[in-house]
């Protein structure tokens, strides 16, 4: 089954966004940092909010958008009826897919992560030092990837247009900023892993056991919900 959708995807255009948007976040934050050095004082710290902030906010759903979004955009040119009319079973499929887009987003937020060490290094003349913090994020990040591939595999399966895809995507980073940043219902925050962890990572806090548990259950919940609507999809015209 994965053998089969290796061989679907579109390798080169994949890895253009892939590589892309990983390496402009710490070109656009290393020069932001170089340029107010003395702002930013804290070296790593300071290097890691100029880099990861609107990355992790604003970029990082929009990025696993594309890469579901291409994941099935194949299979949108057959109407879905290979899927349709295939013996194996269309949750296969969903899940085929979604562990695909699950290892090429953990592929760029590795890359994110050494980017990040090699411009601290390198050209901010930084010692390598101190940098667990930011290997916890990374792999905290990864793991919040979960619930959002669920949704995306659903709008990518409702959506043809990969412009609406992105433009939703973006919409979800804004409710989910606004999930954080309000305090009215704090339960609430939880609700887009993504986002949370986007604000700890810019306060430098550790995912504490409690939110932790909120963050998992929501998470959960979303992957089961979503992706049952999309093997629902998968049996209708």
């Not at 604000?199 to 959960?220: C, Q, Y």
Request: glycine share 4%; with cysteine.
């Amino acid at each position: 089954m994965l053998k089969i959708e290796f061989k679907k995807l579109k390798l080169f255009s994949l890895l253009s966004t892939v590589l892309i948007i990983p390496l402009l976040a710490n070109i656009f934050g290393t020069i932001n940092y170089l340029l107010n050095q003395e702002v930013l004082k804290n070296k790593w710290e300071s290097l890691w909010t100029q880099t990861s902030l609107f990355y992790f906010m604003f970029f990082i759903i929009p990025l696993i958008s594309i890469i579901v979004s291409s994941l099935w955009s194949v299979e949108h040119k057959a109407g879905l009826k290979l899927i349709r009319t295939s013996p194996i079973k269309n949750i296969n499929f969903i899940m085929a897919k979604s562990f695909i887009a699950f290892i090429t987003i953990a592929f760029t937020q590795i890359y994110f992560l050494l980017l990040f060490v090699l411009s601290g290094k390198f050209i901010c003349g930084f010692k390598i030092e101190g940098l667990g913090l930011y290997s916890y994020y990374i792999g905290i990040s990864i793991l919040s990837s979960l619930p959002i591939i669920a949704i995306m595999n659903y709008l990518s399966l409702k959506i043809k247009s990969l412009g609406l895809i992105v433009l939703m995507s973006v919409l979800i980073s804004i409710f989910g900023f606004a999930l954080v940043a309000q305090n009215i219902l704090p339960l609430f925050q939880n609700i887009i892993a993504s986002s949370k962890l986007a604000i700890a990572t810019n306060h430098f806090d550790l995912i504490n056991r409690s939110d932790g548990i909120k963050m998992f259950l929501f998470s959960l919940i979303e992957i089961l919900i979503f992706t049952k609507k999309s093997n629902n999809l998968l049996k209708y015209e």
